[in-house]
């Protein structure tokens, strides 16, 4: 019988027939309307279908739907006073049914579904949302490339193609999904965890039990929405869980990888929303959890969400070429588009990377060691011929020399949480900006130019900085080498939305398209720059208050000096984040304070201190602990 439901709705699918699909599947009852606001979050409510069939023409328009704007993340755009905002459907994408099996229709004796139909969100006339930030970039781009391939129809490594021929552009990307997966309420030595992935004892590991059923469930249900599933396995981290009297699985804790194909960009951010919502479904029906967190544990390995993308144009015969692959695969690792767009991308990574990592949690899996890229730097391979695999930086080439379709960047900076639409409309305009420098270039003096070292005059990169490392970025460089070769990598949100004013220059490459425009930039840092302080003050504060409570002394008839020695150091370090006295304040106490008082610059500092103290206390109370009998 669940071969019979309505999973997918074609995109550009003219409205009587989606009539007459919802009317041919009655356990379809619910249309949501689903908008994205700034911060990636999506809108879902239950409206019948009788009301959607009735006033198509009005949905479509966006007078049937309103939402409060104020009420999401559209910080100063929709205010209290002005929160009114339209919700026009976007029919250029495929619409899909979410069904609750959970919930089953009498008459039919299906699952009861829900049409997701994606939307833009419109105040005061203007498109204020990720979805059309993303489409809008997209139709700027294509527009500046094909005039870009009009005024230079030879462009080098291109010479298989003719731009005069270049009928339309494509854009296309894919996301990985990495993930945490647990039983409820289950806690797992961290320890213990950080030993297993020192050793990879779970990277590609058998999954077993309740995990094995929902990762197959769920690669078989991608295919149901026409996502083309293409891989389920382990990822790193994880430890073996415990069989109870009954043969069932227990403590289990272990993270999951699923990826799927490609798509328009458009069409892969929409996707990216859906397969977490199924991941999350399925795996709760299974009686498991799961976490996107990009840091759910510190200590152990965060869940990335690696972006790939790359640009095709579509020729005047139908043909459709790799516009980042050159003609000949052997002699060059890219065409000038190519070059262009790497080089664009890591010129003005500043102003990408606030939307990339716009949160606590972002930044904390952002650290070396966990092979999670913290320097702005590309690998493209020691020879065309050998496609490099460097997974220390931050955005890679990939590809196949049998293959040159294949050919594409992988952004690493990533994570579950990043939204998706906003970001890929950075990196489109950042490329625009480098392939307009490189279209006039050789691909022997762009490759020059990418592997230039610091110091040395560019006609587009920067002079006191290098861009490219076939090299171990974390192995074999020290922290003051990346810092001065590849840039110092922002440790809090603050200094992360700060590069917006540092670098009017490169912010100005965002705008130009007008879509990702200035009044959409500020209402993100401050929307990002309020969740901040929030989650500060409301939550890691006093989950590092709850660290400190629990750093106890500990009864021993066996307390020796060094124990003493041991818990003084302990106490004095509780002490200074958490104890406040009437001549000194804590550290918890002057980061809140500043926080309260707009002193952003301030409470950035003190954050980075406070992330190592704390760190520092669980070392030593580790120490002292172990040396308790």
């Known amino acids: ?132 930030i993303l489409a809008g970039t997209l139709e700027y781009v294509k527009t500046e490339l094909l005039a870009a391939f009009k005024q230079n129809p030879h462009i080098s490594g291109l010479d298989h193609i003719n731009g005069n021929d270049v009928e ?5 990307s894919a996301t990985e999904l990495e993930f945490w997966v647990k039983t409820p309420l289950a806690e797992a030595e961290i320890t213990e965890m950080s030993a297993s992935q020192v050793m990879q004892e779970q990277y590609w590991q058998r ?8 990762l197959e469930q769920a690669v078989l249900i991608l295919d149901q929405y026409e996502l083309g599933a293409e891989m ?97 695969m052997k002699k060059d690792f890219m065409s000038a588009i ?33 092979e999670a890229p913290v320097c702005i730097v590309t690998s493209l391979g020691h020879t065309p011929e050998v496609p490099s695999r460097n997974r220390t930086i931050l955005a890679g080439l990939v590809r196949d020399v049998e293959n040159p379709m294949a050919t594409r960047f992988e952004l690493r900076a990533c994570n579950p949480f990043t939204n998706t639409y906003v970001t890929l409309a950075a990196v489109y305009s950042a490329i625009l900006d480098g392939v307009k420098a490189a279209v006039t270039k050789t691909t022997d003096e762009l490759l020059a130019e990418l592997s230039k070292e610091a110091g040395a005059e560019g006609f587009y990169l920067e002079k006191d900085r290098a861009y490219r490392s076939e090299e171990d970025v974390f192995e074999d460089y020290t922290e003051e080498e990346r810092n001065r070769l590849f840039g110092a990598p922002p440790a809090t949100v603050w200094e992360n939305m700060s590069a917006m004013e540092l670098y009017p220059e490169k912010r100005a490459v965002l705008t130009a398209g007008g879509a990702l425009r200035e009044e959409i930039i500020s209402a993100f840092v401050a929307g990002a720059l309020t969740r901040w302080k929030t989650e500060l003050i409301s939550r890691i504060i006093p989950e590092n208050l709850s660290i400190i409570r629990a750093c106890k002394e500990v009864d021993s008839d066996f307390y020796t000096d060094q124990d003493v020695f041991n818990w003084t150091k302990v106490n004095e370090l509780r002490c200074y984040l958490a104890k406040d006295s009437i001549e000194e304040k804590s550290l918890f106490t002057l980061i809140s304070s500043a926080l309260v008082e707009g002193d952003f610059a301030t409470a950035s500092g003190l954050q980075v201190e406070m992330y190592d103290k704390v760190q520092e206390l669980k070392a030593l109370y580790e120490v002292y602990k172990r040396n308790i009998i």
């Open 1 to 132: 019988m669940m071969n019979d439901l309505l999973y997918v709705i074609p995109a550009n699918t003219p409205k009587e027939e989606v009539s007459n699909m919802l009317k041919a599947h009655p356990e379809i009852k619910f249309v949501s309307i689903v908008g994205i606001d700034l911060a990636g979050n999506d809108t879902d409510e239950k409206i019948p279908v009788s009301i959607f069939l009735k006033d198509m023409d009005g949905f479509y328009s966006g007078s049937a739907v309103q939402t409060d704007g104020s009420s999401v993340v559209l910080t100063g755009i929709a205010t209290l006073n002005n929160a009114k905002v339209d919700m026009p459907v976007d029919p250029s994408v495929k619409w899909i049914v979410d069904y609750n099996f959970e919930h089953y229709d009498e008459v039919t004796g299906k699952p009861v579904g829900t049409l997701r139909i994606p939307a833009f969100l419109i105040h005061d006339g203007k498109k204020v949302d990720s979805r059309s």
């Open 168 to 172: 339309d552009i494509l854009f296309t």
């Open 207 to 214: 999954t077993r039990g309740a995990v094995r059923t929902a």
């Open 232 to 328: 389920g396995h382990k990822e790193v981290g994880g430890i073996k869980a415990h069989i109870d009297e009954s043969g069932n699985l227990t403590h289990v804790c272990e993270q999951i990888e699923i990826d799927w194909k490609y798509a328009d960009a458009l069409q892969a951010a929409d996707n990216e929303l859906l397969v977490r919502t199924l991941v999350k479904e399925v795996f709760r029906e299974n009686g498991l959890e799961v976490t996107f967190q990009a840091k759910p544990m510190i200590g152990l390995a965060g869940n990335g969400e690696h972006t790939h993308f790359c640009i095709m144009a579509k020729l005047k015969s139908g043909k459709i070429v790799n516009l980042f692959a050159p003609t000949e």
């Open 338 to 370: 190519g070059y262009g767009a790497i080089m664009g991308l890591l010129k003005n990574y500043e102003v990408i990377n606030p939307f990339v990592s716009a949160t606590n949690d972002s930044l904390n899996r952002l650290k070396p060691g966990f």
